[in-house]
């Protein structure tokens, strides 16, 4: 089976084109950063703008680079939520029209499903079950996996997610959009010791999460603090290092609660190479292992939605000729595989 995958659930235009024997055949990305970066985020109109100017283009260049025509697809998988309503229903359009088209079936995926399988895209694939750490912009939460579509929430964000925690925090500091990654690259010059932050509810039972606050300690700090490039760096680590032991934490109380041993940590976020290796170190401690997406695969693409959307299309599950967007859709709610 050959699927075509469509991702268009925020400010990233994915297409790729995956085969069940074969593999990943095809992998197109836009970014929209240079778009978004004068407005310090996501402009939702333009946003959906750009994807209208880009999908076709890039679907035709994963088609040439698969060496694929429309009669050698099986099935079209698209973005269906959660995202930006606007940037899902180009996607989905487009999705759907496709295959109404070329006369194969359509399948709506979850965003966040494409990120938690995003890792089953290289080897070693982790073997079931697992906890997943699904860490984003939009969505910080821990989920037990028994199988595609058999999910546990086990916490999630309450505010922000940790990602945008990130972001807020480089914004208050004057980094560039986008800010995570800049805060990130600054904290590698920071020295600890300097400052301490808080480990927002870990000191509670729980698998929840709660980064704003700590995003308004690191500006209380940042606006009492002196404005050398040094100080910045150590605040940036501090703060870093907070959210990273944070997670940290959570994550291994995850696997104390549900007796498990394997971890997958995907999402934006998780292309943080401080989380990768913190992560790593604590999984060795337990005699654990961790998974992760190459990094290409961590922030939103459209190898997860074709890799998910096969599964789902094996499965027998189909889409109908409407082209729905959900844009708040839990994971838990949906059906297995």
């Known amino acids: 089976m050959r699927i075509l995958g469509i991702e268009t659930s925020c400010d990233e235009t994915g297409i790729a084109i995956i085969d069940d024997d074969l593999g990943l055949l095809s992998h197109q990305l836009y970014s929209q950063v240079k778009l978004h970066a004068d407005y310090g985020g996501v402009v939702p109109e333009l946003a959906s703008r750009d994807h209208i100017r880009k999908i076709v283009p890039l679907i035709k260049r994963a088609m040439q680079e698969a060496d694929c025509q429309a009669g050698d697809l099986d099935g079209v998988a698209f973005t269906q939520g959660p995202g930006l309503v606007g940037a899902l229903l180009v996607g989905a359009s487009v999705g759907r029209s496709l295959a109404y088209a070329w006369d194969v079936p359509a399948v709506g995926v979850h965003h966040m499903e494409g990120h938690l399988l995003a890792p089953m895209l290289d080897e070693p694939k982790p073997e079931y079950p697992f906890v997943a750490l699904l860490v984003s912009g939009g969505h910080t939460m821990m989920v037990r996996v028994d199988g ?58 729980g698998l929840d999460f709660s980064f704003s606050g700590l995003k308004t300690f690191a500006a209380n700090t940042i606006r009492s603090a002196a404005t050398d490039d040094q100080t910045r760096a150590n605040i940036a680590f501090a703060f870093q290092d907070a959210v990273i032991d944070t997670l940290a934490i959570k ?33 060795q401690g337990i005699r654990g292992k961790v998974f992760y997406p190459k990094l290409e695969f961590c922030t939103d693409n459209g190898a997860m939605i074709a890799y998910a959307g096969l599964q789902r299309l094996k499965a027998g599950q189909v889409e109908g000729l409407s082209s729905k967007a959900k844009p708040r859709w839990p994971l838990d709610s949906l059906p297995p595989c």
């Open 148 to 205: 595609i579509g058999q999910y546990d929430v086990l916490g999630e964000s309450v505010d922000d997610a940790a990602g945008e925690a990130f972001d807020k925090t480089a914004k208050i500091m004057g980094l560039d959009y986008p800010g995570g990654p800049m805060l990130a690259k600054l904290a590698e010059k920071g020295e600890p010791g300097h400052y301490k932050f808080p480990r927002p509810m870990t000191d509670r039972p």
């Open 251 to 283: 994550c291994k109380r995850a696997l104390k609660q549900t007796g498990l041993n394997r971890l997958v940590i995907a999402g934006g976020v998780s292309a943080n190479t401080e989380l990768r290796s913190r992560l790593e170190k604590m999984m």
